[in-house]
């Protein structure tokens, strides 16, 4: 463990510039600049360092200049942030002291000084419980971090889901869509995944449970297979993708239904200029499609863990990770992402303790 006051040369990931068309590995740099670990005198700052970072379709919108209320573009030059597991090197906050264990907002670096600890948690909760599958560090901030409990709200809470419905997830063997499956099927819905490999179609049937899934790449019309797959049409729609998957499952929904849109990932590169053109089936089939973002359930959060532990403690929750060693490696795992090279819930681990 890196003592405090210590300098170091701490390795960074930043975007070199903004970025207007498809991103690529070399939008991203690594470098390395000096570090003393000490928080400024005074502060209620903490240093950390970094051990696992998530890789989170979101942040490719960061890299364009254009901001938004919600998405705060990257500065260029500076190392980008996102999701992380840390372990607090010094501390200036009463909340957290040196040697924790912390999950939160950090920066894309082997260390990181963390000016608002307000964003950081704990990570204690599942590291209490004494099973094989929390025993991994990595591991528990995923299952109780963000995706998970993305995955949790758009299904009960916007989705409104109950036993027997029928239910179609996209980009399902991903960090959101394996669990919207496997609420599904705790649920006792029947429930069809989408994605874009074999080998993920087979991961949805065999080891996330799904009750049927297709490879949407190798499928000529989309209308055909949703018909294939939901004869009866579909009662809950849980959209990760839109463009022409959506467009072709508005043609398929049941009237007075439901479609949670919890991401886009097919317009977030900016020369993608797919758009749904059919809207009008919603309207005549009464369709209720609401879009939710994460940041406004946090207040759920105690309850999402008492919805979840019991299911863990179960073994009823599998999850699949698919990790990067090392920084250098942290470009091309954000361009895997975007391009679906990924199996399961991507991530980079900066450090193995
Ligand atoms: N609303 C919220 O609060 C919230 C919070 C977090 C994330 N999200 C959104 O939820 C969605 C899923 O996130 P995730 O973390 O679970 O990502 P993910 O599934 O781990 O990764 C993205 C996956 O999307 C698929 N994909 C990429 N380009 C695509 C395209 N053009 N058309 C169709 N599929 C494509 C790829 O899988 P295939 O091989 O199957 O194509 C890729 O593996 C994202 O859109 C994300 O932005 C929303």
């Known amino acids: 463990m890196e003592k405090r006051g210590a300098m170091v040369s701490n390795k960074q990931m930043s975007l070199r510039d903004y970025v207007s068309c498809y991103p690529t590995v070399d939008d991203m740099e690594v470098r390395r600049e000096e ?9 209620k700052a903490v240093v950390v ?17 254009t901001a938004d209320e919600l998405l705060k573009p990257y500065t260029p030059g500076s190392p980008i942030t996102g999701f992380g597991v840390s372990r607090s090197v010094d501390s200036g906050s009463p909340n957290f002291r040196v040697g924790d264990l912390v999950w939160g907002t950090t920066g894309w670096e082997e ?14 909760v599942p590291l209490s419980y ?3 599958i929390l025993a991994d ?27 027997g419905e029928i239910v179609f997830v996209s980009a399902a063997a991903g960090a959101i869509g394996q669990n919207v499956g496997r609420f599904a099927k705790l649920t006792g819905c029947y429930v069809v995944g989408c994605a874009g490999s074999k080998e993920k179609v087979d991961l949805l049937k065999n080891t996330f449970g799904f009750d049927d899934a297709f490879n ?3 499928e000529r019309d989309l209308d055909a297979a949703l018909k294939r797959c939901f004869p009866e049409g579909i009662d809950i729609y849980f959209n990760n993708v839109e463009g022409k998957m959506l467009e072709a499952v508005l043609l398929n929904m049941k009237v007075r239904h439901r479609i949670a849109l919890c991401g886009m990932v097919s317009l977030y590169s900016s020369d993608s200029h797919e758009r749904v053109i059919n809207l009008m089936h919603a309207i005549c089939k009464r369709v209720r499609i ?3 973002a994460v ?4 207040a759920a959060y105690p309850k999402f863990l008492e919805f979840l532990l019991p299911h863990i403690r179960e073994g009823k929750i599998v999850y699949i990770e698919d990790t990067a060693e090392g920084l250098d490696d942290g470009p091309s795992a954000l361009f895997r992402l975007l391009n679906g090279g990924n199996v399961g819930k991507q991530l980079v681990v900066v450090a193995r303790e």
């Open 49 to 65: 360092k970094n051990l696992y970072l998530s890789c989170d379709t979101y942040m490719r919108l960061l890299r364009n200049r």
């Open 111 to 124: 260390f990181s000084l963390i000016t608002n600890p307000e964003g950081l948690e704990h990570t204690d």
């Open 216 to 218: 949407y790449k190798e």
């Open 295 to 298: 940041y406004d359930h946090f």
């Open 290 to 292: 609401e879009g939710f």
């Open 35 to 43: 570090m003393k670990l000490e928080v400024p005198r005074g502060s």
């Open 137 to 163: 560090n990595c591991c528990s901030v995923f299952l109780f971090g963000m995706p998970v409990m993305t995955s949790y709200v758009g299904f009960y809470k916007v989705c409104s889901a109950k036993k």
């Open 130 to 132: 004494s099973l094989g």
